[in-house]
C-alpha cells in the first residue's frame, strides 16, 4: 500500500496534542506536520496553534533543519515506486517522480530549503562517463 503525501495526511487531519502532552519531544508525524504547514506557508504561531506546541519548539525545528538537511530526509518522505531499469522514487511532498535516490532527495530538499543550501549539503552527481570512451577523444 502506498505512503500517503503530506497533503492525504494532514489537509483533512491535522495533529493536535492535549494539555497533557505540550512539553514531550517532536514525533515524526508531527515534524512532518510542521513541514506540511510550512509548504502551505502557515506561520509558525498558526502550526504552533494547531499542534498544541509553543511557536519557539516550530521556529527551532526550522533551524535545526536548515542547519541539518538530514533531519528532513530522516522523516520518510519519499518511497519507492518502480524498478525496471533503475529505480523510481515518488515524493511524498508533491507526488513528483524522480529517478535516482540522490536526485529525490535533493528534489526532496529544494521544498523546504533554497537551491544554495541543497547545492552545499547534497551536491548534484556528477555527469558518468560512457564505457569505451576517453576523455581524450
Not at 519507492?80 to 535516482?100: A, I, N, P, Q
Amino acid at each position: 500500500m502506498p505512503k500517503p503525501t503530506l497533503d492525504e495526511s494532514f489537509a483533512q487531519n491535522p495533529p493536535s496534542r492535549g494539555p497533557d502532552q505540550r512539553h514531550r519531544w517532536l514525533t515524526a508525524g508531527e515534524r512532518r506536520f510542521i513541514l506540511w504547514g510550512l509548504k502551505e506557508r502557515w506561520p509558525a504561531v498558526r502550526i504552533a496553534t494547531q499542534l498544541g506546541v509553543n511557536e519557539a519548539t516550530v521556529r527551532k525545528f526550522r533551524q535545526n533543519y536548515s542547519q541539518d538537511p538530514s533531519l528532513i530526509l530522516e522523516l520518510g518522505l519519499y518511497e519507492m515506486v518502480g524498478k525496471l531499469v533503475d529505480d523510481e522514487f515518488k515524493c511524498l511532498v508533491c507526488e513528483d517522480r524522480v529517478s535516482t535516490r540522490q536526485e529525490t532527495e535533493r528534489h526532496l530538499l529544494r521544498h523546504f530549503l533554497e537551491q544554495e543550501d541543497v547545492d552545499f549539503h547534497k551536491p548534484p552527481a556528477k555527469a558518468r562517463r560512457k564505457r569505451g570512451t576517453s576523455a581524450g577523444k
